[in-house]
DNA sequence: GCATTGTTTCTATATTTATGGAAATATAGA
DNA sequence: TCTATATTTCCATAAATATAGAAACAATGC
């Protein structure tokens, strides 16, 4: 991986409330968890997870997958594998 | 390794100039190189090289050792270990 | 169509981090 | 001690990132 990228993914994990997010929807498994879940475990609000989500995303560790009014968010779990 | 740790280690490679140095120093081996030395290779000016140089060590991912006029620092090559 | 619920975008503000010149500090050799 | 060289600290400034309220934007059920 070259070094921009492994900033990317390095930055976006760097940071405490994204990387309590992508530990916990490391723990949720593969189904992932709803916005909001994630907001009120975290004790977030919205836009502000909003914002992290979106990094976690465009770095390539999120997942997020639309089911009606829910959007649910799960990790990567291959991307980190990439970096090393 | 508690969320805060991680988040400063993290941080310290999250960020290009960083890594660059950490990486030069990975292929340097276990001597490393010189604080000016390293300046000149990567082309960055003493005191912003100093300034990232001591966020690294703070992080525990280089180690400094005085020789004479010259500092020589080099890669903590297992905390990388902790982290995963 | 309207009300409700979940999520995002917009926006302003606050906070953190990076940059590099100049001055200070440290070591060594003549 | 004087000089040269290596590195760091100080400082001001610039740039990037985080925060959260309010408004906007879906999707659903009635």
Redesign the interface.
Known sequence: MN??N??IL??S????AR??IF?LLVQAGPNGLAAGDIASRLNIPSSTLSFHLKELTHAGLLKAAQAGRFIYYSAAFNIMGDL?
């Open positions: 070094t921009k492994a900033v390095l930055a994990l760097a940071q405490e990387l309590e530990r090393l």
